[in-house]
C-alpha cells in the first residue's frame, strides 16, 4: 500500500512564526504535491515538484515555499505565517507519467493565532 | 468561469436512494476525469476515474462523462451510510509525468440510515 505521512495532525502557531510542514511517500513516487482545502474554496495546488530540487507554483503560492532534498520528502514552509494560512494542508504523490491517482496524506490541520 | 464548477451541496438522501453527482467543466482539452471520496479527517482518495468519454461501472458506482456537454457525473445506487463523504470531481490534461489535477469544491453527501 502507497503510505503518505505528514508531520502533524495538528498544529498552533503564532503570526509570524516560521512553519515548517513535512511530508513524505514510501512508494518511490516521482510527483509530490501541496495543497490547501478551506470550507467553499475547495482544494487549492500551492506547489509541486516532479523531481527531486524541482518546483513549480500552483495556483496560490504566494506566503509560501517548498524544498525537495530527497526524492521521498516534500516540504511546505510559511515564512511568516498569517491568520489567513489557517488551513487544512494536504500532501499527495503519483509516479511519473501517471496523471489520474494522487495519493494523498491525512492532513495537517494548521491553526494561525 | 471557473475550470471545474461542482453542485455545492451538501446533499441529504435516505438509505437505499440513487445519488447523482455532478460536475461541468470549460477546458475541452482534459482527458480524464476523476472522482475522490473524502471521509472527515482523512485524505481523499480515488474512487473511480474514466479516460475520454464514455461510461464505466464498479459496483454500486457507475461514473459518465460526456466531453460534448463537458458534463461528468457520479451514480451510487443503493446508497448506504458508509458513503456518506465529500465526493470531489477532478480533472488532467493529457500531458505528461506533472501534469496537474483540477478539482471542484467538492460536494458533502449523508446518506441517513
Known amino acids: 500500500d502507497v503510505k503518505v505521512t505528514q508531520s502533524s495532525r495538528y498544529l498552533v502557531k503564532r503570526t509570524g512564526e516560521k512553519v515548517f510542514l513535512e511530508c513524505v511517500q514510501d512508494?518511490?513516487?516521482?510527483?509530490m504535491f501541496w495543497y490547501r482545502q478551506d470550507p467553499g474554496l475547495g482544494l487549492r495546488l500551492i506547489y509541486f515538484?516532479?523531481?527531486?530540487?524541482?518546483?513549480e507554483k500552483g495556483d496560490i503560492p504566494e506566503g509560501y515555499s517548498v524544498s525537495r532534498e530527497k526524492k521521498e520528502r516534500f516540504s511546505l514552509i510559511l515564512e511568516s505565517a498569517s491568520t489567513n494560512q489557517t488551513s487544512m494542508y494536504l500532501c499527495?504523490?503519483?509516479?511519473?507519467?501517471?496523471?489520474?491517482?494522487?495519493?494523498f496524506g491525512p492532513g495537517t490541520r494548521l491553526t494561525v493565532t | 468561469q471557473k475550470e471545474v464548477e461542482q453542485d455545492p451541496g451538501p446533499l441529504s438522501v435516505p438509505e437505499g436512494a440513487i445519488v447523482s453527482l455532478n460536475c461541468t467543466y470549460s477546458?475541452?482539452?482534459?482527458?480524464?476525469f476523476m472522482w475522490y471520496r473524502q471521509y472527515s479527517r482523512k485524505g481523499p482518495e480515488l474512487l473511480m476515474y474514466?479516460?475520454?468519454?464514455g461510461n464505466k461501472e464498479d459496483g454500486r458506482f457507475t461514473a459518465q462523462v460526456d466531453k460534448s456537454s463537458k458534463y461528468i457525473s457520479l451514480f451510487i445506487r443503493d446508497s448506504q451510510p458508509s458513503d456518506s463523504a465529500t465526493y470531489l470531481c477532478?480533472?488532467?490534461?493529457?500531458?505528461?509525468?506533472?501534469?496537474?489535477?483540477?478539482f471542484g469544491k467538492g460536494i458533502t453527501l449523508s446518506v441517513r440510515p
Open positions: 515538484s516532479y523531481d527531486v530540487k524541482m518546483k
Open positions: 474514466t479516460y475520454s468519454s
Open positions: 477532478a480533472m488532467s490534461l493529457p500531458t505528461g509525468a506533472n501534469s496537474k489535477l483540477t
Open positions: 512508494m518511490d513516487h516521482e510527483n
Open positions: 477546458n475541452s482539452a482534459f482527458q480524464y
Open positions: 499527495a504523490s503519483t509516479p511519473g507519467g501517471q496523471t489520474y491517482e494522487q495519493y
